[in-house]
């Protein structure tokens, strides 16, 4: 089953600041990772498919990026609406699997 | 548009047997998997399941293997979760979600709280 590793598991920034979420797969999965965005009591949202695309409707300040089996979530720019949690997802083979998640927190 | 609308909230007792169920709208529901996702309080999301209403093909993650049950009935566009009996580490939000590949999963339910206690 493939891993994906996700770091860090929490993260405090203010707003305005760029930040950076990894996630790292144990095996390839060629482009097949997304990330979501989850508040609590929500069901997640997606923000970035097919590692580097942006979801239609999602604000130009996130980005995806992927060198190899590592991939980047960057947010340039933080808003209030954007202090969440953070997980990434791949579908490429069964078990499908998230990352750890991350918690994004106001400084 | 497509819509992904989830039963309603649950509380059951250790042993009790329960069924959950996902009504998708706005889209052919035979095209796409539909997947079931568990997420404990204050925990990450796993994947519990998926299934191809097309010919109701079914995956397990191998920690749900056994312990539930993936359905899906084409003539009313809709799928199942089901337990024969409940656990207390069972409580959970339980969220359907559409797969589509690529790592989209664009289309969520709002989730159906299933709470186990005596």
């Known amino acids: 089953a493939v891993q994906l590793t996700q770091s860090p598991s929490s993260l405090s920034a203010s707003l305005g600041d760029r930040v950076t979420i990894t996630c790292r797969a144990s095996q390839g999965i060629g482009n097949e990772l997304g990330w979501y965005q989850q508040k609590p009591g929500k069901a997640p949202e997606l923000l970035i498919y097919?590692?580097?695309s942006l979801q239609s409707g999602v604000p130009s300040r996130f980005s995806g990026s992927q060198s190899g089996t590592d991939f980047t979530l960057t947010i340039t720019g933080l808003q209030p609406e954007d202090f969440a949690s953070y997980y990434c997802?791949?579908?490429?083979?069964?078990?499908?699997?998230f990352g750890q998640g991350t918690k994004l927190e106001i400084k | 548009e497509v819509q992904l609308v989830q039963s309603g909230a649950e509380l059951k007792k250790p042993g009790e047997s329960l069924k959950i169920s996902c009504q998708a709208s706005?889209?052919?529901?035979?095209?796409?998997?539909v997947g079931w996702v568990r997420q404990m309080a204050g925990k990450g999301l796993e994947w519990v399941g998926i299934?191809?209403?097309?010919?109701?093909?079914?995956l397990y993650s191998p920690s749900f293997e056994g312990q539930v049950t993936i359905s899906a009935d084409r003539s009313i566009n809709t799928a199942y979760l089901q337990w024969s009996s409940l656990k207390a580490s069972d409580t959970a939000m339980y969220f359907c979600?559409?797969?589509?590949?690529?790592?989209?999963?664009?289309?969520w339910g709002q989730g159906t709280l299933v709470t186990v206690s005596s």
């Open positions: 097919a590692a580097s």
């Open positions: 979600a559409r797969v589509t590949g690529l790592g989209i999963v664009a289309y």
């Open positions: 299934v191809r209403p097309s010919d109701s093909d079914t």
């Open positions: 706005g889209y052919n529901f035979p095209t796409y998997y």
């Open positions: 997802l791949q579908d490429n083979n069964w078990p499908y699997s």
